[in-house]
């Protein structure tokens, strides 16, 4: 297999920490990109290192501000080589129910949730087009795609993500390079996981499969849009929510 340079943003979250472990288990080489007041980078790299994941390369930016964005896919090459793989995974929430939204909340959600796909893929889709190979993996949210009460801001982000994947999948698809998008339904992270039992237990019960998703899952989702097998797919987004919704 050819070892791809995969880039991922918001690696050091739950979501993010399971995709980079999977591609890694795939043969890529990982650059974990982290938002610059992410203060547990070391304590993060040692887990993984304990984990048998000893060659992630690390690199810091906002993925909010395009400079920054900048900045950091020009790290990412100078250490691991041209970016084959980017995963669009760097997300914030901020809910409150629409009446009391304030401006910053709706922004710094639209910033970081939306604007960030624009700040980021812009520094690799053509130079990936030119290469004649790349994965685009976009990610989403069973919100962005059904709406949620009191996530007006979020579901607005996550349903532009959607929008963003399927118009940029038509603009490269004569050029080798795929744009898909992943949106999850409730999946178990640490954050997840400490919500109050009795609410967390009303949430699995709202899944038809009666469980959380595993961070794993959605690794091994990436990595088979990422693969050479997936090469005939694009603008699709993959529902991955235990029967939550269908699109």
């Known amino acids: ?25 795939a043969g890529h080489k990982v650059v974990a990109a982290y938002h610059p007041q992410f203060d547990n980078k070391d304590e993060w790299l040692k887990e993984q290192q304990a984990a048998g994941f000893k060659d992630f390369v690390c690199v810091a930016g906002d993925v909010s501000d395009l400079a920054s964005c900048q900045a950091m896919v020009a790290e990412a090459e100078a250490k691991a080589g041209p970016v084959d793989i980017l995963v669009n995974n760097a997300g914030i929430t901020r809910d409150r129910m629409f009446a009391k939204m304030e401006k910053d909340q709706w922004d710094a959600v639209i910033n970081t949730n939306l604007s960030s796909l624009f700040n980021m893929t812009k520094q690799v889709s053509a130079k990936m087009a030119e290469r004649g190979w790349g994965r685009i993996i976009n990610i989403s949210s069973v919100n962005g795609v059904k709406g949620q009460a009191g996530q007006a801001n979020y579901s607005a982000a996550k349903a532009g993500v959607i929008g963003f994947t399927k118009a940029l999948a038509q603009e490269l698809a004569a050029k080798g390079v795929t744009v898909n998008a992943i949106a999850p339904g409730y999946i178990a992270t640490k954050m997840v996981m400490a919500i109050k039992p009795e609410v967390l237990e009303g949430i699995v019960n709202s899944v038809p499969m009666k469980r959380l998703g595993k961070p794993e899952e959605m690794g091994a989702a990436c990595v088979y849009i990422a693969s050479e097998n997936a090469g005939f797919m694009t603008g699709a987004t993959l529902n991955i929510n235990g029967g939550l919704y269908y699109q």
């Open 1 to 25: 297999m050819t070892q791809r340079v995969a880039l991922v943003t918001g690696a050091m979250g739950g979501i993010g920490t399971a995709v980079c472990q999977e591609l890694a288990k």
